[in-house]
């Protein structure tokens, strides 16, 4: 497996990452134990960098993750998150932010507990908090860090000026935000500010919520549970438009015996040597193609067409309704 380095403290971890947000987000779980498994067999194929949150459940998906990776815990760095107001006795999402320090520190104990270790590798804070200032989330991080119950600090969905707050007082590892094909944003501040800063970037939804895959059209229907029903971007006129950037990517993957989706992988892996992608997938076989991507080298031309015939598509409709973008890159 090849290694990345996340920020210029010492955080390597295999260059792709499996996010576990999908598993166990119900109080019941029926395929608890296929999760597990589908979490060790991860690990057996290389990654070691896995991502979860206090939120995602919440707590169930901690536990999870806890009890999937405890036997395997020297071998792994485990990324979690702090930040939304989730009681942290009852697991009540009351909605909203929190980073109120004591609200970080009750946190942590609680994704400690969960999680089955004495450490965490990756803490993030999961959303700004405009209540409290950067400093203090940062300070109280970096107690953490001290006291041995966190290894490396970092951010998720921060614009620059919040990483640049943040970073002056404990430095940051990675941030974590949507980056991809279809989600570029990220250029015009962010990845600069990261670059200049020395700090990692860890991409969420690499494949566009899974539309990069190739394997979603205009006519694919969502069950009523789905997220992607909620966002614009994913309606029946956008993803008829937007399948032009998926037709670009097929046409380069065929040159390299590669999917839509290794293709789009590969495309952020050679866009800096600190970018780790996080992608999620409940299938081994969708495990295993995108770890692919890691195979496939794209050339200089390749990247060229991409960006070339890229800026001349358009992509329809934002990532998220506006409502949920304003809780974003503060």
Known sequence: MQKRKLGDGGLE???LALG????????EIPDRQ??????????????????TAEVYGPFTNE?????????????????????WDVNPDTGVHHGGVNSEPEHIRAAVEGSLRRLKTDRIDLLYQHRVDP????????????????QGKVRFFGLSEAGAESIRRAHAVQPIAALQS??????????NEVIPTLEELGIGLVPFSPLGKGFLTGKIDESTRFDSSDFRNRIHRFSPEARKANQALVDLVRVVGERHGATPAQVALAWLLARKPWIVPLFGTRKLDRLEENLGALSVALTADDLDEIESAGSTIRIECARYPEEMLRRSSL
């Open 34 to 51: 296929e999760m597990v498994d589908l979490i060790q067999q991860a690990v057996e194929r290389g990654i070691d960098f896995f991502d």
């Open 131 to 146: 209540d409290v200032p950067m400093e203090d989330v940062a300070g109280t991080v970096k107690e953490l860090i001290r």
């Open 20 to 27: 576990c947000m999908g598993y166990g987000k119900a109080r």
């Open 178 to 187: 949507e980056y991809s094909l279809w989600t570029r944003e990220p250029e």
């Open 13 to 15: 971890v295999s260059a």
């Open 63 to 83: 536990e999870m993750v806890g009890q999937a990776l405890a036997p395997l815990r020297d071998q792994v760095k485990i990324a979690t998150k702090f930040g």
